[in-house]
T-cell receptor
Framework: QKEVEQDPGPLSVPEGAIVSLNCTYSNSAFQYFMWYRQYSRKGPELLMYTYSSGNKEDGRFTAQVDKSSKYISLFIRDSQPSDSATYLCAMTTGFQKLVFGTGTRLLVSP | EADIYQTPRYLVIGTGKKITLECSQTMGHDKMYWYQQDPGMELHLIHYSYGVNSTEKGDLSSESTVSRIRTEHFPLTLESARPSHTSQYLC?????????????FGPGTRLTVT
């Protein structure tokens, strides 16, 4: 069983929709939770990270962590075609290695 | 924006050839990493370094080797390329005291071995 599970998609939404991306994990020692955005033919770009449980907001993006359920989410409000990319969740205990999900491909149509 | 560079961006090469994938960063980061990414699969750590003359193997077994002679440079070498080495290779870096969550990635090298 993988430590981090993520639906690969693709997830297709119209422009302006609210997007919800999710990951589940099995290791209760994870403390840091990241979301990366990866455009085609590019490297991953860190969008935001959250320490422990709770919410974090940055513009149109909101990250949520529910450690009791071992479930993390990324919400994108007012989605734009430029948001079309693969979104990778990743997590770590802190200074140890990053463990990645497989990524969810998001397509936002005009 | 992170300043980490990888060359070449794309490489198609025949079986048995020796190849070196280059990775350089201008941020003075001590920690550097190599990941392998296949389509639809998660990133896997194959090598990392915590500073000059420090190299370690990651979780995913790899036939590649790395060296760290200069802080800014972390090349990856395959002595004899095989079709099974076809993949995307991503380099990343972070400051020494930074947590694993503060890694910055390069654009990647897409390698195809025919």
């Amino acid at each position: 069983q993988k430590e981090v599970e993520q639906d690969p998609g693709p997830l297709s939404v119209p422009e302006g929709a609210i997007v919800s991306l999710n990951c589940t994990y099995s290791n209760s020692a994870f403390q840091y939770f990241m979301w990366y955005r990866q455009y085609s033919r590019k490297g991953p770009e860190l969008l935001m990270y959250t320490y422990s449980s709770g919410n974090k907001e940055d513009g149109r993006f909101t990250a949520q962590v529910d450690k009791s359920s071992k479930y993390i989410s990324l919400f994108i409000r007012d989605s734009q075609p430029s948001d079309s990319a693969t979104y990778l969740c990743a997590m770590t205990t802190g200074f140890q290695k990053l463990v990645f999900g497989t990524g969810t491909r998001l397509l936002v149509s005009p | 924006e992170a300043d980490i560079y990888q060359t070449p961006r794309y490489l198609v090469i025949g079986t048995g050839k020796k190849i070196t994938l280059e990775c350089s960063q201008t941020m003075g980061h001590d920690k550097m990493y190599w990941y392998q990414q296949d389509p639809g699969m998660e990133l896997h750590l194959i090598h990392y370094s915590y500073g000059v003359n420090s190299t370690e193997k990651g979780d995913l077994s790899s036939e590649s080797t790395v060296s760290r002679i200069r802080t800014e440079h972390f090349p990856l070498t395959l002595e004899s390329a095989r079709p099974s080495h076809t993949s995307q290779y991503l380099c990343a870096s972070s400051e020494y005291w930074a947590g694993a969550y503060e890694q910055y990635f390069g654009p990647g090298t897409r390698l195809t071995v025919t």
